[in-house]
């Protein structure tokens, strides 16, 4: 009997069609009408802003399509709105009236509500998502969202805990030396915070993979379940390296801004004895400036490395089922150079080349991605259909409350 030959794969490129320029009138609209209702258009701005994106994202010949009903975005909007400022408000009068078992509360409540905003984003942004009319799904139960989620409540006793320890740890002479600018004795308690530090971070790459992990392994689209290959180990070292960039960038900077400082420090200094109120007043807002301008310039280089390498890791390492893989040809270099000339170009425009840096960063990163077909595109689309049936109805019925849009 004849071996049936595999089916051949065949490439498909991701394309974004979209453009900065025909973003911009999309951009300049959400931002006029936010200006104009204090920010109550945020939920119509983001649907007309996914409306863009998913109708200019080419998957195999067809575009994505967002169709989340609008009611329910800006129901989404008030009830995280009104829950964040509840939760401000609670959490501001526990330590103002020095409740501090009442904080910690807060902070596990807070801690406790992270898992259900999470699944219900990605609940509704899978499940507001079609392509050639078939439904994508987050199928994960609230068990498996809670456990995934094991390492937020890690980071509440974390700090929980440290904050104990300081208590305890820094004697009332200590925190009086420290309000004037002094640390002695407070190198145990120091040592606490940066231990809570670390052990944050590596609580906080635990997190990011294991919700990768269950996103990927939890989606459906029609009948296709998705698959997902890397391991913890890859999410650490991809941190560590963003780390240690972020190290080396602020070295760098600040030895350039110690240099600077050094040689201008007396002309300022002679500059400022005859200076008035209002002088003082506009270097005190041109600091300001230059040291906000300076954080975001030294963090800026490790968060798009990060950014690009962990969407390569993904993209490199996920299908569905065995019909389709997909695989990124993202540059990293080429990506963190992008980041920093579209931060530059934002900051000389005040502003208004951010659509234009927003739809590049998008394109350099979709238009990296191919998706590899087992057999032939037409076939598997009319057998998704068909998969689909009822599964994607119940899947839809059976969302339950989806907070953010």
Not at 193 to 213: G, K
Not at 234 to 240: Q, S, T, Y
Request: glycine letters at 10%.
């Amino acid at each position: 009997m004849p071996l049936t030959p595999n089916p051949a794969v065949t490439p498909h490129p991701v394309e974004f069609t979209g453009s900065g320029s025909e973003y911009f009138r999309v951009w300049i609209v959400n931002v006029l009408l936010g200006i104009v209702t204090l920010g109550l258009y945020i939920p119509w701005a983001r649907r007309r802003t996914a409306q863009y994106f998913y109708g200019h994202t080419q998957v195999v010949g067809s575009p994505l399509e967002f169709v989340a009903e609008q009611r329910r975005m800006v129901f989404g909007f008030l009830a995280f709105a009104a829950l964040y400022l509840a939760y401000e408000l609670a959490y501001k009068l526990a330590t103002q009236t020095g409740q501090d078992l009442a904080a910690s509360l807060l902070f596990f409540g807070f801690a406790a509500l992270t898992p259900f905003l999470w699944g219900s984003a990605m609940r509704f942004r899978l499940g507001a998502t079609r392509w050639r009319g078939i439904r994508l799904a987050f199928t994960a139960n609230w068990k498996e969202i809670y456990l995934a989620s094991w390492s937020v409540f890690a980071i509440a006793a974390v700090w929980a805990g440290a904050f104990i320890a300081i208590d305890a740890l820094l004697p009332t002479p200590a925190r009086t030396a420290i309000t004037k600018g002094s640390f002695a004795g407070a190198g145990p308690a120091i040592a606490v915070l940066l231990l809570a530090l670390v052990l944050t971070l590596l609580c906080v790459i635990r997190l990011e993979f294991n919700y990768r992990r269950l996103l990927v392994a939890r989606a459906r689209i029609g009948g296709l379940a998705g698959r997902f290959k890397p391991v913890y180990g890859d999410f650490v070292k991809v941190w560590l390296a963003s780390v240690g960039i972020f190290m080396l960038t602020l070295l760098a900077v600040g030895g350039v801004l110690a240099a600077l400082a050094y040689g201008s420090g007396h002309l300022a200094s002679e500059h400022l004895r005859g200076s008035g109120v209002a002088e003082m007043i506009l270097l005190g807002l041109l600091v300001f400036g230059i040291t906000l301008g300076v954080m975001v310039l030294v963090s800026l280089p490790a968060h798009a490395y990060r950014e690009a390498r962990m969407f390569q890791l993904v993209w490199n390492n996920v299908g569905f089922d065995r019909i389709a893989r997909t695989h990124s040809r993202l540059r990293t270099g080429a990506y963190v150079m992008l980041r920093v000339k579209n931060l530059l170009l934002s900051f000389l425009t005040l502003g208004f080349y951010r659509p234009f840096a927003v739809t590049s960063e998008y394109a350099a990163k979709v238009g990296s991605v191919t998706i590899y077909l087992e057999g032939d595109a037409e076939q598997l689309v009319g057998e998704l259909v068909r998969q689909q049936g009822a599964f994607g109805d119940a899947a839809a019925d059976a969302l339950g409350l989806d907070l953010i849009g």
